[in-house]
């Protein structure tokens, strides 16, 4: 896997501190996530504790200024990391790209207060973060969510919020919520970004989703009931939430999608042990044409996935005008192209793909979610044809 990833790497001029930083994450990984991983997707627990380790190790604010904690790395960067992560669990890495994209929304759309009061301790992992924007109502119709603010108060000091959102991941263990709601007309430019600390009065969590994968993390909704917010808390001013969203979704797509990329190899890299060592007819699987065009396969969709990836990536970092319509193009194929290698793998397996211990269909589970979240793979078709005929 190292020397491979290392040939496609090298296309985008990776330096020593770029494989340092992989092979660092890749360390942690393997040591305090890995050998856990899946017993915390059958108790269906939230490791806050190794989570928060990530923050002495500069994974709490990736690209965020250094000024207050951050790490101020490049997109690349980031991808790589999330990839290391993913291979020992993808559910893992994208709480830790959640808790990165509503840290940076807070980085980059802030004031110099509003950065030096969050940041610190989000940078840190001393405070986790959520990213909230779907509604019960709304999902990829983002512009029409329904959560509204009012503001209250002396002068107006204060918001009032009434509203829900749903499948928030993180949600009751979160310290921190970075909120899309609705503080004008209908529509995109009604819409405000808010900081909303987990203790704001009137502040609820709905009940713990059960759900197919993503188990080691929470999902629950997030519940405004004249909540009160003070209005320091407001990013940028009102009307520009939409425009904070849709900022924040490119870095969040490849970032998924570099989840989806860990998980894939770790589970191609299963298959071929599996089928190395497992015996039929009196010889190895590995030995069957059939078999071999399928591991043929897996690699090449890894390997275009990854290129991909790391072109969007190097976009993204070099803020070229068609970043966004490349962030959505890897998404859209990283995701689908490493769950059937993941699904691939369980199958070769047989009978025990199917068996939690081995592992495999966790990652199925896991991998299947990152073709909806993040803006689902249709709703990426449509971006990218969006900027194919200049709309």
Known sequence: MD?????????????????????MTRGFA????????????????FPSAIIRE??????????IGEDVGGSGLGRLDAVLIFEALAAACPAFASFISIHNMAAWMIDRFGDEAQRQRFLPKLTSMEWLASYALTEPGSGSDASALKTRAVRSGGNGSDYVLNGAKQFISGAGDSDVYVAMVRTGEDG??????????????GLSFGAIESKMGWHMQSTRQVVFQDCKVPAENLLSGEGVGFKIAMAGLD??????????????????????????????????????????????????NLQASRMLLYSAASKLDRKAADASKWSAMAKRFVTDACFDVANDALQIHGGYGYLHDYGVEKLV??????????????IMRVIIARHLIGQ
């Open 30 to 45: 393997a040591e305090r996530v890995a050998p856990y991983a899946l017993d915390w997707d059958k108790e269906r627990f």
């Open 251 to 300: 870095g969040g797509r490849l970032n998924i999608a570099a989840c989806s990329l860990g998980g894939a190899q770790s589970a191609l890299d299963k298959a071929l042990a599996y089928a190395h060592e497992r015996q039929a007819f009196g010889r190895s699987i590995d030995q069957f044409q059939a078999l071999q065009f399928k591991l043929a396969d897996m690699e090449t």
């Open 3 to 23: 020397a491979v990833a290392d040939k496609v790497a090298g296309q985008f001029e990776l330096n020593d501190d770029q494989r340092a930083i992989r092979e």
């Open 54 to 63: 990530t923050g002495p190790l500069g994974l709490g604010g990736i690209y």
């Open 188 to 201: 995109p430019k009604g819409i405000s970004t808010m900081v909303i600390p987990k203790d704001a009065p």
């Open 365 to 378: 589970r896991d991998l299947r979610v990152h073709q909806i979240l993040e803006g689902t793979n249709e």
